[in-house]
């Protein structure tokens, strides 16, 4: 492997040697295109695999033409899902992620019908399943419905970065409604919020086929679980947006009367006390069925209204930073796998950004690295819960969640490098890394992504 590109610096971690830095081997090597792991769960159930898309510098995933798998051990390339004559306005297939059990994967594709005047958009998309081993057989999962009166289960604007619960049973995502978009169009008032949905195979959905170009089938039902306004009153717990959310444990949390709560963590908007936003840490309590209407009004919403939560969903803010020095949080949260805790990114007394941990019953946040320079991504847990792992100071780390002093606890296990390795995932039996590599082209400005892959020692 040539990596004369690599500028190592000598700014090693602690308990770190040159010796220690486990070896990057590179699995895709086609610098025609990118191969984006786009911070998924990409690894097959048997950790052989890894699933990707080839989205565009200009398109985005709406210039992704295919989603792709590389296989760990050999290589090889697999394309699961193409679509001939793609642009860059789509309608794209890319964000792919896999099924923790089945060998099956889930993706964003932008709908069949688009044009440079009305392209691939965060409103207009859709999840679509394809088992692996039925390459271009598409599975349409949330059913979508623009026309009023409009279905309940059914959508009514577009989902992206699907995340199946451990469990399988469940999909979450975030959304963008296109009717909402439509209002704002209309009336100069922000009504695109991005928020939060789940679908699951509980209750049928049947659409009206009256307008093929926008409507989806779906086997899937689907709700919005997280409430989001356009101006939040100063000081409330109000949302006027949420994203960065991922599932609780497996298959949920465990709350103080003993039963398992289905929740999803997430990041949400609020307003301080001067208007001003701020991003907080929240949760969402899901029932286990979410076809019946909630207080707010109907699940699949009006003409002018969004569409809103099921009975039994409780949307509650773990964290309190907007009157602090350092007021935010950031990254993609995760939980652990037991559920016990949620990690997320936040400021520490000196305003540079860490990860802390707090459990989804609330509580005080504990901070768990103390790094002299801004963590840069969000984590990955290890399969046992031991141990996080991120990007920092241009390395993957290592962290252990142990009451011992912070020097003795994080370990690089890449050498720092010019650019930050990105989206970092770890296989499920904990014995492999893979993230992401910007490498330039000969002779041309351009680069492309590339996936790497080391292996561990141990789980």
Not at 129 to 137: K, L
Not at 193 to 218: C, F, K, M, Y
Not at 269 to 274: E, I
């Given at each position: 492997m040539n990596y004369k590109w690599l500028i190592v610096l000598m700014t090693f971690g602690a308990c770190t040697t040159s010796e220690s830095y486990k070896p990057e081997i590179q699995l895709t090597k086609d610098l025609s295109k990118n191969h984006d792991l786009d911070n998924n769960d990409n690894f097959s159930p048997d950790g052989k695999w890894l699933v990707y898309d080839t989205r565009t510098g200009v398109g985005g995933i709406g210039g992704s033409p295919s989603v792709e798998r590389v296989n760990v051990e050999t290589g090889e390339n697999q394309v699961l899902f193409g679509i001939p004559d793609n642009h860059d306005y789509g309608p794209g297939a890319g964000a792919a992620s896999y099924h923790p059990i089945e060998n099956k994967v889930i993706f964003i594709h932008g709908l069949p019908i688009c044009t440079e005047k009305n392209p691939y958009q965060q409103w207009r998309r859709t999840g679509?399943?394809?088992?692996?081993?039925?390459?271009?057989?598409?599975i349409l999962m949330d059913a979508r419905d623009v026309t009023f009166p409009y279905t309940p289960g059914a959508l009514r604007g577009g989902t992206h970065r699907h995340e199946w619960s451990r469990d399988g049973k469940w999909v979450g995502y975030t959304y963008n409604d296109a009717i909402m978009k439509k209002l704002e169009d209309s009336t100069g008032v922000k009504w695109n919020?991005?928020?939060?949905?789940?679908?699951?195979?509980?209750?049928?959905?049947?659409?009206?086929?009256?307008?093929?170009?926008?409507?989806?089938?779906?086997s899937w039902f689907s709700a919005v679980v997280v409430r989001v306004v356009p101006t939040p009153r100063p000081g409330s717990d109000e949302i006027s947006n949420a994203a960065s959310?991922?599932?609780?444990?497996?298959?949920?949390?465990?709350?103080?009367?003993?039963?398992?709560?289905?929740?999803?963590?997430?990041?949400?908007?609020?307003?301080?006390?001067?208007g001003n936003p701020v991003d907080e840490l929240f949760v969402v309590d899901i029932p286990d069925s979410i076809n019946v209407p909630g207080e707010y009004g109907p699940l699949e919403g009006t003409r002018t209204t969004a569409m809103m939560p099921p009975k039994g969903t409780i949307q509650r803010r773990l964290t309190h930073t907007a009157d602090t020095k350092y007021p935010g949080c950031g990254g993609v949260v995760r939980s652990s796998s037991d559920g016990k805790y949620i990690a997320f990114q936040a400021k520490d007394k000196n305003g540079i950004q860490q990860i802390f941990l707090i459990s989804p019953a609330g509580g005080d946040p504990v901070q768990v690295t103390e790094h002299t320079s801004g963590v840069q991504s969000g984590v990955r847990w290890s399969k046992d819960n031991s141990r996080i792992a991120y990007i920092w100071d241009n390395s993957i780390v290592i962290t252990e969640i142990a009451n011992r002093p912070f020097e003795q606890r994080y370990k690089r296990i890449t050498a720092r490098t010019v650019t930050a390795p990105s989206n970092l995932v770890w296989s499920n039996d904990g014995k492999t890394m893979a993230f992401n590599r910007l490498l330039p082209i000969e002779g041309k400005k351009d680069q492309k992504q590339q996936i790497f892959v080391i292996h561990l020692d141990s789980n």
């Open positions: 679509v399943i394809v088992n692996d081993n039925q390459p271009n057989i598409p919020l991005r928020t939060i949905a789940v679908s699951n195979q509980r209750h049928p959905v049947v659409i009206r086929n009256n307008n093929p170009d926008e409507t989806v089938t779906g959310d991922s599932w609780i444990g497996m298959p949920g949390y465990t709350k103080p009367d003993g039963t398992i709560q289905i929740a999803r963590a997430f990041i949400g908007k609020v307003n301080n006390r001067d």
